[in-house]
């Protein structure tokens, strides 16, 4: 996404759904749409935004404070839909429109949760390439705490925001 394989020019749409929040430059791959889009052509893109896995985020800050650990949790940083907003209008995109929404999705447990977080190719860019597995210890820590503060009686859940970004070359 931030170096594609195409000529300028050579698209009228690009639709993209659920891939640039795994981006390490949104900039840099948002430039390379427009570079690869014909005059007047059109970008639509959803991405998950910055309220996305605010529940895990919690747990493994949680845990990893607790027990003696000093190290703050790295994870993936997700942008605001105001930050996609000021990013296509910085880039001259025409008709900008940037809308979100926020879903909460139930799982059976955090193994759940997890494991569909693999199926849809999730990924942490760390930008520092530290690595954030800091042991089986952290992650019992942290499923014990998600279960306990976010759960809907037999279930979890977690919360998604949704972005909803389109813009014209």
């Given at each position: 996404a931030e170096d594609l394989p195409f000529t300028d020019r050579d698209f009228d749409l690009i639709v993209s759904s659920s891939t640039y929040q795994w981006v390490n430059s949104l900039d840099r791959a948002f430039r390379e749409v427009k570079r690869t889009l014909t005059d007047n052509g059109w970008f639509i893109a959803s991405l998950f935004g910055a309220r996305t896995l605010g529940e895990l985020r919690d747990v493994f800050n949680v845990a990893t404070q607790g027990n003696g650990r000093h190290n703050r949790f790295r994870y993936q940083d997700f942008v605001s839909s105001g930050e996609v907003k000021k990013l296509l209008e910085k880039l001259k995109y025409e008709h900008v429109s940037v809308t979100h929404i926020i879903e909460k999705e139930?799982?059976?447990?955090?193994?759940?949760?997890?494991?569909?977080?693999?199926?849809?190719?999730?990924?942490?860019?760390?930008?520092?390439?530290?690595?954030?597995?800091?042991?089986?210890?952290?992650?019992k820590d942290a499923f014990d705490i998600y279960r306990k503060k976010y759960s809907d009686g037999d279930s979890i859940y977690a919360t998604y925001e949704v972005i909803f970004g389109v813009g014209r070359k």
């Amino acid at each position: 996404a931030e170096d594609l394989p195409f000529t300028d020019r050579d698209f009228d749409l690009i639709v993209s759904s659920s891939t640039y929040q795994w981006v390490n430059s949104l900039d840099r791959a948002f430039r390379e749409v427009k570079r690869t889009l014909t005059d007047n052509g059109w970008f639509i893109a959803s991405l998950f935004g910055a309220r996305t896995l605010g529940e895990l985020r919690d747990v493994f800050n949680v845990a990893t404070q607790g027990n003696g650990r000093h190290n703050r949790f790295r994870y993936q940083d997700f942008v605001s839909s105001g930050e996609v907003k000021k990013l296509l209008e910085k880039l001259k995109y025409e008709h900008v429109s940037v809308t979100h929404i926020i879903e909460k999705e139930n799982y059976h447990g955090v193994a759940d949760l997890f494991k569909y977080l693999k199926y849809i190719g999730a990924q942490n860019a760390l930008r520092s390439g530290a690595s954030s597995l800091q042991g089986k210890k952290l992650f019992k820590d942290a499923f014990d705490i998600y279960r306990k503060k976010y759960s809907d009686g037999d279930s979890i859940y977690a919360t998604y925001e949704v972005i909803f970004g389109v813009g014209r070359k």
